[in-house]
């Protein structure tokens, strides 16, 4: 811009007001402009028409009673069409755009709880624009957009929140962890179970066959070897079952068993107290 020789030059984005004898005389666009000072004329100033920035903090309270800070970015710019009342009618713009912004957050935060004041930003930045659009347009002025780009609770609020959702978290773990060791302890029992009864199954059926292992040798023996009696055929089993029996133990160098006075003739009365057991069942039935 200059003023040399009666001449003044406009920049791009921006014009200039121009007063004859403290006057309004014209809007002057971008370029280079006559202005014979002499007859009065002078530039009163000039007016950008790019677009601004205005970030506003304001405090406020929430419906629950937190104190909270909620910072609008504000987008406005003035209209070339009506640069005269933009340029004359407002004396200092941000502090009348900030002065509606402050209204009208302090009129909707403190309907709203904080959890909703954060669900609900755009529409709080949506009422803004609204009320900014309504009294900013009869001075000159558009608002391009109005954005909510923070919501700051009190520090001791933050830390509050941080460990109400910390312990929701840690209660879900723990659920969860209980649950994993709950199904381990459930499939545990389950095998446990399983193997009990496979063992006894095993068991069973190892005696049985145990059994019929006896009864075959008792009969093949009392066939082939006439004049001999279940009875002796049963004593010499147990006899050969006692000596291998011996044998294991004795074969084992790590062997911790005690043994107690006997001899193979105990085997005798060992049969014999079980015949006699089975005769005693036999008569109470």
């Excluded at 063992?199 to 004049?227: E, H, K, T, Y």
């Excluded at 043994?259 to 049969?271: C, L, M, Q, R």
Aim: glycine share 6%.
């Amino acid at each position: 811009m200059g003023n040399l020789f009666c001449c003044v030059q406009v920049d791009q984005s921006t014009v200039g007001i121009r007063e004859r004898f403290g006057k309004f005389d014209d809007v002057l666009e971008p370029g280079c402009h006559f202005l014979p000072w002499c007859i009065g004329s002078q530039i009163a100033g000039y007016l950008t028409l790019r677009l601004q920035q205005l970030d506003v903090r304001c405090e406020t309270k929430s419906k629950d009673n937190v104190f909270v800070t909620v910072v609008a970015s504000i987008q406005y710019r003035a209209l070339a069409d009506k640069a005269t009342d933009a340029f004359y009618k407002l004396s200092n713009t941000r502090s009348q755009i900030q002065a509606y912004v402050f209204d009208v957050i302090r009129a909707s935060v403190p309907k709203l709880n904080l959890d909703d004041v954060f669900e609900q930003k755009n529409q709080i930045a949506k009422t803004v624009e609204e009320e900014l659009e309504k009294a900013m347009s009869a001075y000159g002025y558009e608002i391009v957009q109005t954005l909510i780009v923070d919501i700051e609770p009190d520090e001791q609020v933050k830390r509050a929140m941080n460990e109400i959702n910390a312990a929701a978290r840690l209660r879900v773990a723990a659920n969860e962890k209980a649950e994993a060791e709950k199904i381990i302890q459930i499939k545990r029992a389950e095998g446990d179970a399983e193997a009990k009864y496979l063992a006894g199954l095993g068991v069973a059926r190892q005696r049985q066959a145990i059994v019929d292992g006896l009864r075959d040798s008792v009969l093949g023996f009392s066939v082939n070897v006439p004049g001999t009696t279940a009875k002796d055929v049963l004593d010499m089993v147990l006899i050969t079952q006692y000596f291998d029996t011996m044998k294991d133990v004795g074969a084992s160098s790590k062997s911790s068993a005690v043994f107690i006075p006997h001899g193979p003739g105990a085997v005798s009365d060992i049969a014999g107290q079980i015949r006699q057991g089975l005769l005693q069942g036999s008569a109470v039935q």
